[in-house]
């Protein structure tokens, strides 16, 4: 079976995946001790993450690195300081070239952690296979979008949704 390419994300009510210059310590407030909205379940399907190089340099400031154990590509034209000891790679490359070999590459599936242009990029593409969108109960008004504008119309199958007692609701879709 072929690895399936996931975008695992958060976003407010109105499609912000962070608010101006990258913030998302909105999210802060929805951080329940014991609950990780199926986070770590998730975690045991995948074994390869991929982001752009925005996305990883906030990562970066988390302190340590919250991916050990996972082979992580980071999509940049940028030259970028890698993380001691860690499966990082950096590529340049084409969609074109890149996402068959890490199909190929991952016994299990492939994490898209984002952000929006790399997101918008392998949606363009027809690379991402679903989308589990956990909606936070917060307009934000302006920041950085989910996919940003796009010129063509893209269908979805629900396969799961579900509610957390804090208003949080993830969904889980297939691209048709």
């Not at 499609?15 to 951080?31: H, P, T």
């Not at 986070?39 to 074994?47: A, C, G, M, R, V």
């Not at 490359?93 to 952690?113: A, C, H, T």
């Amino acid at each position: 079976m072929m690895s399936k390419i996931i975008l695992y994300i958060a976003s407010s009510l109105d499609g912000f995946i962070a608010g101006r210059n990258g913030d998302i310590s909105w999210l802060d407030a929805y951080q329940v001790e014991g609950e990780d909205y199926g986070y770590s379940e998730f975690l045991k399907t995948i074994e390869v993450i991929v982001m752009g190089s925005k996305t990883y340099e906030q990562v970066l400031n988390f302190g340590s690195w919250p991916y050990e154990g996972f082979k992580t590509y980071v999509m940049t034209k940028r030259q970028l300081d890698p993380v001691d000891k860690a499966k990082v790679e950096f590529y340049s490359g084409d969609l074109d070239s890149f996402v068959p070999g890490i199909r190929r590459e991952s016994q299990k599936n492939i994490w898209l952690v984002g952000g929006e242009s790399l997101a918008q990029s392998f949606l363009k593409h027809s690379f991402i296979d679903e989308m589990i969108l956990s909606i936070i109960p917060v307009i934000l008004g302006d920041g950085i979008p989910l996919f940003g504008r796009t010129q063509e119309k893209f269908r979805l199958e629900l396969l799961r949704s579900g509610s957390y007692n804090n208003g949080i609701v993830q969904l889980h879709y297939k691209l048709e």
